[in-house]
């Protein structure tokens, strides 16, 4: 039986337009769901034995793909071979690598104006390093402060999630800020708000306490009241998975 791979990569720079025509139209969101359209093949490899398992962002908003160079069907004919796979780097024009820079000894102020970067790689980065760094010295004030701003007062979406994100994994995200948030016009903010609301509560009894008050008093109206389909289905798959307790019903 002949088994497929399938690996996906979603390129978030300024300069996606240039890859959309080609390659990234590739996706449509239907009453909350993720659908994928079949479009023709953008890249073709001429080895006949092209395995690509795994697509991987590089530095620079380009991409590598790993290849098994699978000789033997999965190599069970002649045993694994570890050593003989390829790795591409597919560019769009000339390949012009940024400077290599090392963000683990950049300051912590550096790293939260990365979140604002064309450069999602760059800003995904920056925000593991926050979390590094937070397992052994507490954010401090003005980088919380920074961060909320951003969240606050950011006319970007995609700003705005990247600072909610480490503001959560830092545990100095504030829950009435994230409970405001549930109003936001931005559906993926709302469902984000959503998400981490519930997750806070696994971890601090004041903040399961506000939870609960949530699920109580603000939740039922809400869900009655929400259009975005992505956002019910939050809600209801979390209810599904018993992470909303039963005052939700």
């Known amino acids: 039986m002949n088994r497929g791979r399938r690996a996906f990569l979603a390129v978030i720079r300024d300069s996606i337009e240039r890859y959309s025509?080609?390659?990234?139209?590739?996706?449509?969101?239907?009453?909350?769901?993720?659908?994928?359209?079949?479009?023709?093949?953008?890249?073709?490899?001429d080895d006949p034995w092209f395995r690509g398992l795994d697509l991987i962002p590089s530095p620079d908003?380009?991409?590598?793909?790993?290849?098994?160079?699978?000789?033997?069907?999965?190599?069970?004919?002649?045993?694994?071979?570890?050593?003989?796979?390829?790795?591409?780097k597919i560019c769009f024009g000339e390949n012009q690598p940024n400077a290599i820079v090392d963000i683990s000894q950049q300051e912590t102020a550096e790293l939260?104006?990365?979140?604002?970067?064309?450069?999602?790689?760059?800003?995904?980065?920056?925000?593991?390093?926050?979390a590094n760094?937070?397992?052994?010295?507490?954010?401090?004030?003005?980088?919380?402060?920074?961060?909320?701003?951003i969240v606050q007062n950011d006319v970007n979406p995609v700003h705005?999630?990247?600072?909610?994100?480490?503001?959560?994994?830092?545990?100095?995200?504030?829950?009435?800020q994230l409970t405001r948030l549930l109003g936001d016009s931005d559906k993926s903010i709302r469902v984000w708000a959503?998400?981490?609301?519930?997750?806070?509560?696994?971890?601090?009894?004041?903040?399961?306490?506000?939870?609960?008050?949530?699920?109580?008093?603000?939740?039922?109206?809400?869900?009655?009241?929400?259009?975005?389909g992505l956002v019910r289905l939050t809600l209801a798959s979390q209810r599904q998975s018993g992470e909303l307790p039963e005052p939700y019903e």
């Open 194 to 228: 959503i998400r981490l609301l519930e997750d806070q509560s696994h971890h601090d009894a004041k903040a399961r306490e506000a939870f609960l008050q949530i699920v109580r008093e603000q939740l039922p109206s809400f869900a009655k009241q929400e259009q975005s």
């Open 21 to 45: 025509a080609r390659l990234l139209r590739l996706i449509e969101r239907l009453l909350g769901l993720i659908i994928t359209l079949l479009q023709p093949d953008a890249f073709i490899f």
């Open 112 to 130: 939260i104006k990365h979140q604002l970067s064309s450069n999602d790689w760059l800003a995904r980065m920056s925000r593991r390093v926050l």
């Open 61 to 88: 908003g380009n991409m590598y793909v790993s290849d098994w160079s699978d000789t033997g069907e999965c190599h069970d004919n002649d045993g694994i071979h570890r050593s003989s796979g390829r790795i591409y």
């Open 160 to 176: 705005r999630l990247r600072a909610v994100w480490p503001l959560h994994v830092t545990n100095t995200s504030d829950t009435a």
């Open 133 to 149: 760094r937070a397992n052994h010295t507490a954010l401090d004030g003005n980088s919380v402060s920074a961060l909320k701003t």
